[in-house]
């Protein structure tokens, strides 16, 4: 909506701090001339804003930024392994994916989202046409490369996102992970070498172990993102077979690449002719500002694998993924007849309605919005809580926050005691191949805030040493 876009502009002036905090904001009436929108609009902005806790109204005075909690300062940039290491120590990553369907459990450690945040209304009235409508195909199979309909909606996404993709290029899948699973089959064999950020995914990391694929973790900056020039000088010395990347709001550090960077490291990887497994699964949720573009929107080659999902934007539950997988659809269409027959048919029916009918880029504006004031609020809470010396990411989009403790910190000899009083989190180990990060902890902040998140986070504070 116009409010909301203008919410998301003011917002990045604030950031930037065009507005600096305790100044006032130009009236309303200023705000709508300056920004071609109606009175109403811009109110309706200042209210989003004020909702969002960037605002407060004075009276007869207008709009003022609050004062913002005192920055922390980002976690530092670690060294990594100067050669591939076969990737060890995922087997923890199950304790902490169960906790997190325990009512008992406050779940800050995966990166799911409370349904407060998704669109559970639309999904059950989309399962409802399509049943009601196509239920004889609902009960049968829909073999790969997937429902039609739905391919053909994905295509013409990623053509809003200036990416040249037709139907036919498009694999439906069971998840972005799964995605990038089989995009790595196409490409590796057993004993390669695979470049990736570090910190990364742990999802990510596990396909890289199940596949028998050597890691080598390229250091990533918390704000500009991964090093190019370490990257290039991997190419220049290891026989990279791919690289896997989330350059859209990277989890766990939230940092999204410019498109200047984007544009630098697809030129790297086309120089060694190294694919890219590009994983977009956040690419969604920017905190404010447009959505940001797939490298794969840049690629004339067919060497990016572009890999995404509907998990963190609609339901986790949907088990709806898709891959763009390169030159090569036969062959990934065959691998994932293989690993899991087909995609559930009626949610792919379902997603497919409701990106047709649903007004899905109206749905996406206020999801950003949430996971916006999620983030802030969740950040304001740790800067106060935890001890001085905690180094903080600022993500520019996502819903997770990293955290750097103190150095004698050991986040993974805190599990334990933490499930005990009801709190789950992700230790920092689990993002490394090679278990670096001991100091370090990622937060879920995609959580319907009450009470019991209050508790969990004095908690954890206690347990960290505060």
Known sequence: MLYQDLANRLQGLIGDE???????????????????????????????????GLLEARPRSGYFVRPQTLKRKPPRVRTVSKSPKPVTGQGRVLQLIQSANNPDIVNLGTAIPDPDFLPVHTIEKAYRKVWREQRRR???YEFPPGAPELRTQIARHLASLQCDV??????????????????????????????LESPIYYGLLQVVEALGLKALEIPTDPEQGVSLGALELALEKWPVAACVMVPNFSNPLGVCLSDERKQALLKLLYQYKVPLVEDDIYGELPHCGPRPRPIKSWDTKGLVYYCSSSSKTLAAGLRVGWLVPGNNIERAEYLQ???????????QLAMAHILEKSRYERMMRQSRAEHAVSVARMLERVTQLFPDETRVSRPTGGFVLWLELPGHIN??????????????????????????????????CAVKWDARVERALVNLARLVGA
């Open 18 to 52: 065009v507005y600096p905090s305790g100044t006032a904001l130009p009236g309303v009436r200023r705000l709508s001339q300056q920004h071609q929108v109606s009175v109403s609009t811009a109110v309706n902005a200042c209210r989003e804003l004020e909702r969002r």
């Open 337 to 347: 007849f293989i690993n899991t027959v087909c995609v559930n048919t009626p949610a």
């Open 166 to 195: 037709s139907p036919e290029q498009v694999l439906i899948t069971n998840s972005c992970q799964e995605s990038v699973a089989i995009a790595l089959k196409q490409i590796t064999r057993p004993g390669d070498v695979v470049v």
């Open 138 to 140: 609902c009960v049968n």
């Open 411 to 444: 986040t993974t000899a805190l599990i334990e005691p933490a499930l005990a009083q009801g709190i789950s989190f992700a230790p920092g180990s689990l993002f490394s191949g090679t278990g670096k990060f001991n100091n370090c902890l990622r937060l879920n």
